[in-house]
């Protein structure tokens, strides 16, 4: 996997996991509405999701945080300048 993949990966997780705080759900309980396990929600969130995440997964996670999946792929000018610079490294 290219490390711009992992980058996106990890930038999708800390998304995920910024989401699920600000709406104040802990990992298991994010998993529970989901019906599977912390572990998972927490590799997700670290961007180590067997270094794939499905689009299924995303739209789950989405609505079970009550956004739009949408949100969890959009990248501002500000993150896509850190990963030119990560990737630059």
Known sequence: MSSDTKIILRQIGAKIAYYRTLVGLSQTELA????T????????ESGNYNDN?????????????????????EFNGFEKAMWD???GE
Do not use: F, P, R
Not at 32 to 35: G, N, S
Not at 37 to 44: G, L, N, R, Y
Not at 53 to 73: F, G, N, P, Q
């Open 32 to 35: 529970d509405k989901m019906h």
């Open 37 to 44: 396990t912390q572990s998972t929600i927490s590799k997700v």
């Open 53 to 73: 995440l499905s689009v299924v997964m995303l739209k789950d996670i989405a609505d079970a945080l009550e956004m739009d999946v949408s949100l969890l792929l």
């Open 85 to 87: 610079k990560k990737i």
